[in-house]
């Protein structure tokens, strides 16, 4: 019913910065916590950044200083913007939104991922 579509990703050189997109889209929906998590090969997903309905932010220790959440409520749309990347930053990232259709909770969706790849 509800679907987040991300765009943003590529290959960029170490130093380099990139933007990730992901807007929800569908009918009658509320969105409250947000956030961007990646998964390298071999290992398990993490969180890299999270915001909150109210606009409050949380980073990973890894990205903090160079990675910046934000969210566009009118646009449905939550942002990552990646600055001083790394060839660590390496990995698929996916969107997340904790979102309420009809159902009493509001609900984890994810992303389809995009690929980031940090490498000269």
């Known amino acids: 019913q509800v679907q987040l579509v991300e765009s943003g990703g590529g290959l960029v050189q170490p130093g380099g910065s990139l933007t990730l997109s992901c807007a929800a889209s569908g009918r009658s929906f509320r969105i409250n916590n947000m956030g961007w998590y990646r998964q390298a090969p071999g290992k398990q997903r993490e969180l890299v950044a999270g915001?909150?309905?109210?606009?409050?932010?949380n980073y990973a220790d890894a990205v903090k200083g160079r990675f910046t959440i934000s969210r566009d409520n009118a646009k449905n749309t939550v942002y990552l913007r990646m600055n001083s990347l790394k060839p660590e930053d390496t990995a698929v990232y996916y969107c997340n939104a904790f979102i309420n259709t009809s159902g009493p909770y509001y609900t984890p969706y994810w992303g389809q991922g995009t690929q980031v790849t940090v490498s000269s």
């Open positions: 915001i909150t309905s109210g606009g409050s932010t």
